[in-house]
């Protein structure tokens, strides 16, 4: 064991792994000096560990001794035997206590700590010790959103604190290929490097593995990323989802997936759904929690203004990174559904509680007072009429902000604003 933690802690030899600096991480640092456990959630490979080495290397820039800092990713091989004894992860705690000595305040990071059962009741054990001597804080990462259930909240009830880190957003895809974009003026001379980032970051999203292929300047870099997406897809299905549930049909399970991203921004029919796949509607309704639990996808209600009506609403389906949608088995070059796919990661970051409106109009996210269409192409006079007309049909009153998101339009001189979605995100 000791051979792994060091090896997981290169800090301890002084030791940095060099990483783009996430958006997320001035929240983290914020959160560092409370006594709050603080908790990471997010999908598989969207950078929750370098987030959590980043704080390290905060700490240590910040004067915390490197000896005081314990990383263990606990997905570690070496683990597998021990996952259903949550004792085990203070046998990990007591053997870092040898091996370094800590003096003062320890910082102890679990890296995916949902792989051990009954972990909530160890970091409570441990949160609530009364020991002059161990002054411990929690930093933990999870890639299910069980990590905001009840069970958890039941047991770490005003005691932790959540950071959900997606992929990477357009903004940090621009920090990461060095583009500025802080003023008006450096839009202005960047603007065709910032469309050709707007373009690639709208076709394959913001995971950092995917977006770096281009890196390595393959000729065959397209069907690289196509094979890392449907990597991650899979791993999440059969490694998180699966096994955790007891799945059976688990080929009905990746289809429905895969099915899915063929239809993002689609309103669900679970009765249509079970009939295609030949499973009940409870059942597709299980499978489409899952999904969410992992963060692959996400549904939104249309609004009401009862939470009980709202909660039995007609709910629309998206990918939580664009990238997914390269993926579906009958893809096609919808650049209207990517856009508005990318507008509704953008929005749902957030606003957890985004919504639709839909009767005789439809407009596709309702969040927080505002409403927001997207179209990819609005110089087709209908097609901008119909857009206009679903805003009249639903605003209340002339103070209600209405945007229409497009492709690369942007006017402000209606009621209506009328803007790209770069202009979109640098407004945000």
Not at 203 to 232: A, C, M, P
Not at 321 to 337: C, E, T, V, Y
Not at 376 to 400: G, M, V, W
Request: glycine share 4%.
């Amino acid at each position: 064991m000791d051979n792994i933690l060091f090896e997981q802690n290169p800090h301890w030899r002084n030791l940095s792994i060099p990483s783009v600096k996430r958006e997320s991480l001035k929240q983290l640092i914020d959160y560092l000096p409370l006594r709050q456990i603080i908790t990471i959630s997010g999908i598989r490979r969207c950078g929750k560990s370098t987030l959590a080495r980043q704080a390290i290397d905060h700490l240590i820039e910040s004067g915390v001794s490197a000896n005081n800092i314990l990383f263990v990713n606990l997905e570690q091989p070496f683990f597998l035997e021990y996952r259903h004894d949550a004792n085990y992860l203070n046998t990990l705690f007591e053997t870092y206590l040898k091996l370094m000595n800590p003096q003062g305040r320890i910082y102890i990071i679990f890296d995916e700590i949902q792989f051990f059962e009954n972990w909530q009741v160890y970091v409570k054990s441990k949160y609530e010790t009364k020991d002059e001597k161990l002054d411990l804080k929690f930093i933990i990462t999870g890639s299910n959103s069980s990590m905001l259930s009840n069970d958890m909240h039941t047991l770490l009830s005003g005691r932790s604190l959540n950071i959900h880190l997606q992929t990477f957003s357009f903004t940090e895809f621009l920090n990461y290929k060095g583009i500025h974009y802080a003023t008006k003026l450096e839009r202005l001379e960047n603007r065709i490097e910032i469309a050709r980032a707007k373009d690639e970051y709208l076709q394959w999203g913001g995971f950092y593995e995917v977006f770096n292929v281009d890196s390595f300047r393959n000729t065959e870099t397209e069907q690289i990323k196509k094979d890392i997406l449907v990597s991650y897809a899979k791993n999440i299905i059969y490694q998180d989802i699966v096994p955790r549930y007891s799945i059976r049909n688990s080929e009905i399970l990746e289809r429905l997936f895969f099915y899915l991203l063929s239809h993002t921004g689609a309103v669900l029919n679970y009765t249509t759904l079970s009939q295609i796949f030949g499973v009940s509607d409870k059942s597709i309704k299980e499978y489409l929690n899952y999904f969410e639990d992992v963060f692959l996808l996400q549904r939104i209600d249309k609004f009401h203004n009862k939470p009980k009506e709202r909660t039995k609403s007609p709910k629309k389906i998206y990918a939580q990174d664009n990238g997914f949608l390269q993926i579906a088995p009958r893809h096609s070059k919808n650049l209207g559904a990517s856009l508005e796919n990318f507008v509704f990661t953008a929005l749902y970051q957030n606003n957890p509680h985004l919504s639709y409106l839909k009767d005789t109009y439809e407009i596709d996210f309702y969040s927080k007072g505002d409403y927001y269409q997207v179209a990819y192409d609005i110089s087709d006079q209908k097609t901008l009429k119909r857009e206009l007309n679903a805003f009249r049909h639903f605003r209340i009153t002339d103070y209600d902000k209405c945007k229409l998101i497009t492709y690369d339009q942007n006017d402000k001189s209606s009621e209506i604003e009328i803007m790209s979605v770069e202009q979109f995100i640098f407004n945000a």
